[in-house]
Nanobody, 117 residues
């Protein structure tokens, strides 16, 4: 499975961005997908996840109510809609896909999101 993120950039506080994660390869093996982020000098943290077979996304408390994860299975693409962005949301955002039945765990290359105050 290969993952490619896009949509990062520079935005002012209070603004919005939408990230995309396009999956290719053996996408039928994917059990769940998620977004993580890593700010400078900090550990990578979970933003939220979405299961493959339906079900609701789950979010970290820090983004709940502001970020929305969705996926288009026909396009093998996951999205992260980020609203009401804050400077503390500045980080490299990574897409992740888990293939639990085969023990696969895949990462994209990351996309930078910078929120100016």
């Amino acid at each position: 499975v290969q993952l490619v993120e896009s949509g990062g950039g520079l935005v002012q506080a209070g603004g919005s961005l939408r990230l995309s994660c396009a999956a290719s390869g053996s996408t039928f093996t994917i059990s769940a997908m998620g977004w993580y982020r890593q700010a400078p000098g900090k550990q990578r943290e979970l933003v939220g996840t979405i299961p493959s077979g339906g079900g609701s996304p789950a979010y970290a408390d820090s983004v709940k109510g502001r970020f929305t994860i969705s996926r288009d299975n026909a396009k093998s693409t996951m999205y992260l809609q980020m609203n009401s962005l804050k400077p503390e949301d500045t980080a490299v955002y990574y897409c992740n896909a888990a293939a639990l039945r085969i023990g696969g765990n895949y990462w994209g290359q990351g996309t930078q999101v910078t929120v100016s105050s």
